[in-house]
Each structure stands twice: as C-alpha cells, then as structure tokens.
C-alpha cells in the first residue's frame, strides 16, 4: 500500500552523528533508512518515531543556511508534563534550551522550544491534541 497525504519533513544537518543523537535523545527518533547521497559524500538518514507513517529526513551537507526557528519548529508529543520539565532540564544543562515550559492550556498544552546543533527548533509539548483536527 502507497502512503497518502504527509509523509515526511527534509532537514539538512551538518554533522550526522549529532543530530541523530539529539533527535534519538530528545524527540524518541529511531533509525529506519539510511543510506549514502548520492555523490557518496555524506549521508541520508529516515528516522521514525514507529507511531505513524511519518519520517523526519536528515540530509547532511557541508552548511545549514536556513535553519528552522522559533516559530517554525518540528513538534513531538510527549507522555507527560513531567516529561518535557525533564527534557527540558536536560537541554537546559546541555545550552539547548530556546524557551522555557509553558502552560498555554488547550489546544497547545504545556510545551518547550529546544535547538538541535544546526539551530532548528524542536518543540515538545504534552497536551497538543490534533488528534480532531479536521479539514474546514
């Protein structure tokens, strides 16, 4: 069966070794695919979180020039408001944190902005339920 709809988001990195450790560390990403570019210079790396059909690609290249910034930023969910204060802590002591928890109360919930090495933002939020959301 073809995947339909939103299958995945590119991002380039500029150091693969430590994007996958912040995307296995703090978003709960797991390897699926990898494989070499195509110039065989560097790598392409699918990584999945085995809830959805969905994959967040890392492409590695020499510079990231348009990193994802507050407010454009990846989002992950979370089990709980205990789990992002922890994972916040962690980003904090690691200087990664962008923004501090927040409670915005629903539909957003309670959230933190974090930055991968290249300066994209991660979000993680416990609280956000899309789950409804509908086509208007």
């Given at each position: 069966?073809?995947?339909?709809?939103?299958?995945?988001?590119?991002?380039?990195?500029?150091?693969?070794?430590?994007?996958?450790?912040f995307?296995?560390?703090f978003?709960?990403?797991s390897v699926?695919?990898?494989?070499?570019?195509a110039?065989h210079s560097q790598?392409?790396?699918?990584?999945?979180?085995?809830?959805?059909?969905?994959?967040?690609?890392?492409?590695?290249?020499?510079?990231?020039d348009?990193?994802?910034?507050?407010?454009?930023h990846?989002g992950?969910?979370v089990?709980?408001?205990?789990?992002?204060a922890?994972?916040?802590?962690?980003?904090?002591?690691?200087?990664?944190?962008?923004?501090?928890p927040e409670?915005?109360?629903?539909p957003?919930?309670?959230?933190?902005l974090?930055?991968?090495p290249?300066g994209?933002?991660l979000?993680?939020?416990f609280?956000q339920?899309v789950s409804?959301a509908?086509?208007?």
């Amino acid at each position: 069966m073809t995947d339909l709809g939103f299958t995945h988001i590119a991002l380039e990195v500029s150091d693969m070794a430590r994007s996958l450790d912040f995307y296995e560390r703090f978003a709960a990403l797991s390897v699926v695919h990898r494989r070499p570019r195509a110039d065989h210079s560097q790598e392409v790396v699918w990584l999945a979180d085995g809830l959805r059909p969905f994959v967040l690609v890392l492409i590695e290249t020499d510079r990231v020039d348009t990193p994802l910034k507050p407010m454009a930023h990846l989002g992950i969910a979370v089990e709980s408001t205990a789990e992002v204060a922890r994972l916040a802590d962690l980003a904090r002591e690691a200087g990664i944190l962008a923004r501090e928890p927040e409670d915005s109360g629903p539909p957003v919930g309670y959230w933190a902005l974090l930055s991968d090495p290249d300066g994209h933002t991660l979000e993680i939020a416990f609280g956000q339920d899309v789950s409804g959301a509908t086509v208007i």
